[in-house]
């Protein structure tokens, strides 16, 4: 970001220095050019009113001396002519004195009494000059001409200095604007990268490092110290949380317990007709203790905000298939294991065993005698999928779709389950940056297709195909 501001002021700076430079230059290349003009004018009317002067006077041999004299001088070429075009003296030494210059149009416009100016070519160097030609005359006698001429490269060397002149200003300019840029982004985005750092922190859970509300401009003062206070908050909020789900496990296990002993108590008391009721109450009381025990699994889970690592995948799988291979031999369910090894995968920290145990035991709570429930591990593009898979009696459409709902149980359930297992399988998959989806299996029963990225892959979130 910083780049891209400091690109941006050079590049407002850059097109006002354009705006700028660009029309002085211009402007003052024809103003160098026309005071040149007008220079040349005015001499060459002083210099042919001098030249006029010896030639009435008959002393044209002075002509040479002030010809040479002022090309000395002032670096150019003066050619003067007398009435019929014939030279009378040539500063450059390159006409021949008495040579007819009479049929090349500015000599010839000056003899018939009129000024020229303009550009060509130098015949003798055939570089390109700048000339004003003038009559010598007094009234409507005109006695001669004088051509003054200065090489174009005078011109051009001035107009290329007063450019290289702009440049170097503007270059310095710029590079003052880029100092004062960067001077100001870095004020500027130095509190940003520090509430970037600190939303990161605190989205992993770990804020160590407040972002300080005494940098940069007042708005992102403003918002650092918003940030602070809502950080602050939301930490004191998840400690008392996780402290809550620490403390309410113990707490609420022993009154249940407790509970469950005395309604046992009361079985030797109580008329037999009556032990019926008594199981049942003794079940739900169970069945509380399994539910709070969920709840504070949730409450751990969400309030715990956990970076995936790299987790090996296929050993998971082996380890909880044989610790749930002699629970399910007592149900008369085989647990089988297939596909190829997918290695390391994306997941945090302890979660593919929460998966797989609670997908293992809604699968064996349906799993008819006889039957087989089956790890798969599959290849699919840009990931790895782990399929549990029984031969149950399935669910419908719309069940599957609210099997992740907290507390939901399908109308005709009759295990003793919480419906808070599929809700942490969820949690846990979604943290870990994958996707989990029910399909119907093959045949019958259902199938709890979880899909993981693999670590060569950056674990990013998946989005759950439906």
């Known amino acids: 970001m910083t780049r891209r501001l400091l690109a941006g002021y050079l590049g ?41 002067e010896r030639i ?12 040479t004299e002022y090309a000395e001088r002032t670096g150019a070429r003066v050619v003067v002519v007398d009435r019929t075009g014939a030279v009378l003296t040539d500063s450059a030494s390159t006409t021949p004195a008495g040579a007819d210059l009479s049929a090349q149009p500015d000599i010839a416009t000056a003899l018939r ?18 000339y004003v030609t003038v009559p010598g005359s007094s009234g409507e006698t005109i006695r001669g001409a004088l051509r003054l001429s200065y090489p174009t490269d005078v011109l051009d060397g001035r107009v290329r200095d007063i450019w290289f002149t702009l440049a170097l200003t503007g270059l310095g300019v710029l590079a003052a604007a880029a100092l004062i840029a960067l001077a100001l982004a870095r004020w500027i985005i130095r509190p940003v990268h520090a509430l970037e750092r600190a939303t990161t922190q605190l989205a992993d859970g770990t804020l160590t490092h407040l972002p300080a509300t005494d940098l940069g401009p007042p708005e992102l003062r403003r918002l650092a110290a918003s940030f602070t206070h809502t950080a602050t908050r939301l930490q004191h909020l998840l400690a008392a949380q996780r402290a809550f789900a620490a403390e309410a ?20 008391h109580l008329d037999p007709a009556v032990h019926d009721s008594l199981d049942e109450a003794i079940g739900e009381t169970e069945r509380l203790g399994r539910m709070i025990q969920g709840l504070l699994s949730l409450a751990r ?16 799988v082996a380890d909880r298939a044989a610790t749930w291979a002699p629970f399910a031999a007592e149900h008369d369910v085989r647990i089988a294991t297939t596909g190829r090894p997918a290695g390391h995968v994306w997941a945090i920290p302890g979660a593919l065993e929460q998966i797989i145990d609670n997908l293992l035991a809604n699968a064996l709570r349906v799993a008819p005698s006889g039957s087989t429930v089956t790890l798969a591990v599959r290849h699919v593009p840009h990931g790895i999928e782990l ?17 992740f709902d907290r507390f939901w149980r399908a109308s005709d359930t009759h295990h003793d389950g919480t419906g808070l297992g599929l809700p942490i399988v969820r949690h846990l998959v979604d943290a870990s940056g994958g996707a989990i989806t029910l399909d119907p299996a093959p045949g019958s029963g259902l199938d709890a297709r979880v899909r993981l990225r693999p670590v060569a892959i950056h674990p990013t979130r998946l989005v759950a195909g439906r």
């Open 249 to 268: 496990s113990h707490q609420l296990k022993t009154p249940l317990t407790a509970l469950r002993i005395r309604l046992e108590n009361f079985e030797p």
């Open 56 to 67: 009435e006077e008959n002393n044209t041999d002075e002509l040479p001396e002030l010809a």
């Open 113 to 130: 009494n009129r000024t020229t100016v303009g550009t060509s070519p130098d015949p003798d160097s055939g570089t390109e000059t700048r």
């Open 301 to 316: 889970l969400e309030s715990a905000a956990t970076t995936p690592e790299a987790s090996d995948l296929d050993a998971v």
């Open 12 to 52: 407002l700076v850059l097109l006002v220095l354009l705006g700028l430079e660009i029309p002085f230059g211009l402007l003052f290349a024809r103003a160098e050019t026309s005071r040149l003009s007008n220079s040349m004018e005015r001499d060459a009317g002083m210099l042919a009113e001098l030249a006029e």
């Open 387 to 403: 399929h549990v898979i029984d031969q149950g009696p399935g669910m419908s459409e719309t069940e599957r779709r609210r099997a």
